[in-house]
């Protein structure tokens, strides 16, 4: 039963360039988080997602960042022209339901 | 807005000694979990308390929630190296789904 897999593990972009982070829930998970963690600091919530629904955007900044959670195939985090300011870990968790959260490995985004 | 703060920072101790991680806040919670995150992975969770007063074992770790659901306490008794590690508080107000972050203990345990 695989875990929560996110990819790629590392990510290099230039500033202005795009970056997507996809993430692959557990087998049977239909809830999705993203959270974004800063070197030495705890998680901050983003986005909460269903499949094809957002149910909680509250935590995602207002410009340049998306996410989705298709019908078919990975939930995806979107930011488009990064700045380095955007460097940092970011983990996506899945559950069942709304609690019982697994998180996964995390991709660790580099702007140079 | 929730904050969740944890104390120590930052804790370096011989194996063998106790140690206790405190996660403090003004807010209430639902419940509260406690994480421990290794270099290069996610968080693991360790627990999830949901009752004011409740106490939980995990073998040497001993966890509690306050009794007014303000804050919790971790507690590790005879440390080992393999305790090393990020540990995280994280708490759940009302119904909501999403998870508010402490600021995190960074435990190092050397022989």
């Known amino acids: 039963n695989a875990g929560v897999m996110q990819n790629p593990r590392h990510l290099v972009r230039r500033r202005g360039q795009e970056a997507r982070l996809r993430c692959s829930p557990m087998?049977?998970?239909?809830?999705v988080y993203w959270y974004r963690q800063l070197p030495e600091e705890g998680l901050k919530f983003m986005v909460y997602?269903?499949?094809?629904?957002?149910?909680?955007e509250s935590g995602m900044p207002k410009e340049r960042f998306s996410a989705e959670f298709p019908k078919e195939g990975p939930s995806i985090l979107r930011i488009q022209q990064v700045v380095r300011g955007d460097s940092a870990a970011y983990f996506c968790?899945?559950?069942?339901?709304?609690?019982?959260?697994?998180f996964g490995s995390g991709t660790r985004l580099t702007v140079v | 807005t929730q904050l969740l703060e944890q104390s120590p920072q930052f804790l370096s101790i011989q194996e063998g000694e106790n140690l206790t991680v405190y996660c403090n806040s003004s807010?209430?919670?639902?419940?509260l979990q406690w994480y421990r995150q290794e270099p290069g992975e996610g968080p693991v969770l360790l627990v999830t308390?949901?009752?004011?007063?409740e106490v939980k074992k995990l073998k040497r770790l001993t966890f509690q929630f306050g009794d007014a659901r303000k804050d919790s306490s971790l507690h590790i008794t005879a440390a080992q190296p393999g305790d090393t590690g990020l540990y995280l508080c994280?708490?759940?107000?009302?119904?909501?789904?999403?998870?508010?972050f402490g600021t995190g203990t960074r435990l190092q345990v050397t022989l």
């Open positions: 968790a899945s559950s069942p339901r709304e609690y019982g959260y697994t």
């Open positions: 087998k049977g998970h239909s809830h």
């Open positions: 994280a708490g759940r107000a009302g119904t909501a789904s999403k998870l508010t």
């Open positions: 308390v949901v009752t004011g007063g």
């Open positions: 997602l269903q499949k094809e629904n957002i149910i909680d």
């Open positions: 807010s209430v919670f639902s419940s």
